[in-house]
């Protein structure tokens, strides 16, 4: 994604997706857009700490699944307040299973029943550019990251289960504009954080022993990349810390259509030092490590990628084709979210390290409304009147119950052995048949690419998360 940094005294824009710059539709329909400018599409998916709940970042929202995913639901941007643009925001799931989405001001949360929210009352005003949380949910941390004139950034901390933050040391000026934060699954104390400092610009590397209070800073600069996020954490050690970073003037390579080659660097140290593991060709959505430690996958947009994966340390090998715009490992299961367009899914899981994804949720057409509330509720009032008028306007869905025939309906597993479509003549993209609600309907070029190109935002968090 495409990041911009306004002048002090103003907050900085949110990581902007690279949007098509059009669309080609084979059958000459023109397609809806989204009610904030960008095409439907799956981002970043997490799970609860007990794996129940299942949720999937959208550009148009968020799905919802409280049966590991049998069954969605919807809700939408304006209900946590960060719907005014193409902002994809940071979200993580606590130990009750209460959503926590950061915002340009501040921190929203839904209640587990999905029925009400609420703000975090001292984080209000702040820029929330990050959330993690602990093994068990009962520890969540945010980080704030603000260009505003006087701004003080740094790391939040709850550690009664998300219901109290605390802010932590006595932070950076606007200068410091934090990217990451993630704490480690098997030492709490242990804080990894990522930012880029500018004038000069310099792209930074943090670690706290001590919860997030002390920030101990290191450069990342010689790899010669544009930022640096915190792709993960060991679930074992502490010491050992994955971060994926832009290579400078990538928009520029001659790589191909939605190439943004980017770099996935490991520590065996802390962060002391730092050595590349791989490199992609577009940009890296997705990042999974298994619950030991010992297989590693990740995955772009780019058709030269795919799903790749390393196991005991060894080379990176393609082990699917599918498009990937995140990924997660729980509980020995790799969830899967890709290029709907191309893939035929928005949502899959894998229990043979990602050969074989079975779909959970091919079209957002299959997204059963939103939560079932109260009349009086902004679940229902807000949410419920605009997912009647995006499902029949922007997602052209049948008007018969997206969930009728959902299962009989699913499409069969894809596997690494399965060509890649076929590709049309003239563009890098696919011809594919789009789920039933929405057959008929061939898209080419850009409507592929708003997926693809120079995703700024974090990709996709570690197991467990």
Do not use: K
Not at 36 to 57: E, I, K, M, Y
Not at 408 to 425: G, I, K, N
Request: proline residues 6%; aromatic residues 6%; charged residues 20%.
């Amino acid at each position: 994604m495409v990041s911009s940094r306004p002048v002090p005294g103003v907050l900085r824009s949110c990581r902007l997706a690279a949007s098509a710059t059009a669309l080609l539709v084979a059958t000459v329909v023109a397609t809806p857009a989204a009610a904030n400018g960008r095409f439907p599409a799956a981002q970043l998916v997490q799970l609860s700490p007990d794996g129940q709940t299942v949720a999937l970042r959208l550009t148009f929202g968020f799905a919802l699944s409280e049966d590991r995913g049998q069954s969605w639901r919807w809700l939408c941007e304006e209900l946590l307040n960060y719907g005014s643009g193409s902002f994809d925001p940071a979200f993580t799931l606590d130990a009750t299973r209460r959503l926590h989405v950061g915002a340009p001001d501040g921190l929203a949360r839904v209640s587990s029943d999905r029925c009400s929210h609420d703000r975090v009352p001292n984080l209000e005003r702040e820029f929330v550019i990050d959330l993690d949380r602990s093994r068990d949910g009962r520890t969540v941390l945010a980080i704030t990251s603000s260009g505003a004139e006087l701004a003080r950034n740094r790391v939040w901390r709850s550690d009664d289960g998300g219901q109290t933050f605390a802010p932590l040391g006595a932070g950076f000026g606007p200068e410091t504009l934090f990217e990451t934060v993630e704490v480690a699954r098997s030492n709490v104390q242990r804080v990894y954080a990522t930012a880029v400092r500018n004038s000069p610009r310099r792209v930074l590397f943090f670690r706290s022993d001590d919860g997030g209070a002390t920030l101990r800073e290191s450069s990342l600069d010689m790899f010669g990349v544009d930022d640096g996020f915190i792709a993960g954490v060991d679930s074992t050690n502490a010491d050992v810390v994955y971060v994926r970073a832009r290579l400078q003037g990538s928009a520029s390579l001659d790589a191909g259509a939605g190439a943004s080659p980017t770099v996935l660097l490991r520590s065996d140290d802390g962060g002391a030092s730092f050595r590349e593991i791989a490199r992609s060709t577009g940009a890296m959505n997705g990042f999974a490590l298994s619950d030991d430690g010992r297989t590693v996958w990740y995955g772009t947009t780019h058709p030269d990628d795919g799903l790749r994966r390393s196991a005991g340390g060894g080379p990176f090998e393609r082990v699917n084709t599918a498009r990937i715009t995140g990924l997660r490992f729980h509980d020995g299961t790799l969830w899967v979210a890709a290029n709907w367009v191309l893939d035929s899914f928005a949502l899959a899981r894998s229990t043979d390290e990602g050969r074989t994804l079975e779909p959970v949720l091919r079209s957002f057409c299959e997204i059963g409304g939103v939560p079932t509330c109260g009349p009086s509720t902004d679940v229902t009032a807000l949410c419920g009147a605009r997912w009647t008028v995006y499902r029949s306007s922007t997602l052209a869905c049948p008007a018969a119950s997206p969930d009728a025939g959902m299962d009989a309906a699913r499409p069969p597993s894809m596997d690494a052995s399965a060509e890649p479509p076929t590709m049309m003549p003239g563009c890098r993209c696919a011809a594919v048949a789009l789920p039933r609600a929405q057959t008929g309907r061939l898209l080419c070029g850009a409507l592929a690419a708003f997926a693809l190109v120079g995703r700024r935002r974090r990709a996709q968090r570690p197991a467990g998360r």
